[in-house]
Structures are given as C-alpha cells and as structure tokens.
C-alpha cells in the first residue's frame, strides 16, 4: 500500500505561479512514476506531467514550458511548479504513484486561477 499526501493549491491570478506537493509513504521501494492528472468541471481527467524513477519527464502540450515536475527520490515527494497559470488551468489536480501491479491516486487539490 502507498499512502499520498498531497499540499499546495488554491486560487492565484493569471500569471501566478503554484507548486503543488505530494509525499508518499508505505510500499515505496516500487514506485516506477509518479504524475499528475487534472480534471475541470464537466471534463475527463487528463494528464498534465509524469515523472519517471529514470529522470524521465513528459508533459502534455498545454502545460509544456509552463510546468516543471520533479522528484525528491530522499523525501519520496513529487512536485508540481506551474507557472504563468491561465484560467483554464483550473481544475482539481490529483498526484498519481504508479508501482508494479497498482496506481495510487491522492485526495485532489484544488487550483483556481482567476481575477
């Protein structure tokens, strides 16, 4: 079992920034990704940025050169930095570890990007 514990939204202006946090505990030794999804009223949840345990990193397009994931492999903790934020960035987003066999997902952290 891996336990998430997620920190960090809440409502910013457009061209804030915010860095959302997610520290995992339990069965950690397996975690092989670890990412973020979000999901905005009335959407399907969609992946925003995956960390994988080799350093590699993805992005969706929306995201890319705004958004900057990254590992903290000693505090088993993924971050989110998201910067120059829009609008339709607004959305609950949800850290996901995934180990071999299973995924475990976080309770959701709201993001609100308005004026």
């Known amino acids: 079992q891996v336990q998430l514990v997620e920190s960090g939204g809440g409502l910013v202006q457009p061209g804030g920034s915010l860095r959302l946090s997610c520290a995992a505990s339990?069965?950690?030794?397996?975690?092989?990704?670890m990412g973020w999804y979000r999901q905005a009223p009335g959407k399907q949840r969609e992946l925003v940025a995956t960390v994988y345990s080799g350093g590699s990193t993805y992005y969706a397009d929306s995201v890319k050169g705004r958004f900057t994931i990254s590992r903290d492999h000693a505090k088993n903790t993924v971050y989110l930095q998201m910067n120059s934020l829009k609008p339709e960035d607004t959305a609950v987003y949800y850290c996901?570890?995934?180990?071999?066999?299973?995924?475990?997902w976080g309770q959701g952290t709201q993001v609100t990007v308005s004026s």
């Open positions: 339990g069965s950690i030794l397996s975690i092989y990704a």
């Open positions: 996901l570890v995934k180990v071999v066999g299973a995924d475990y």
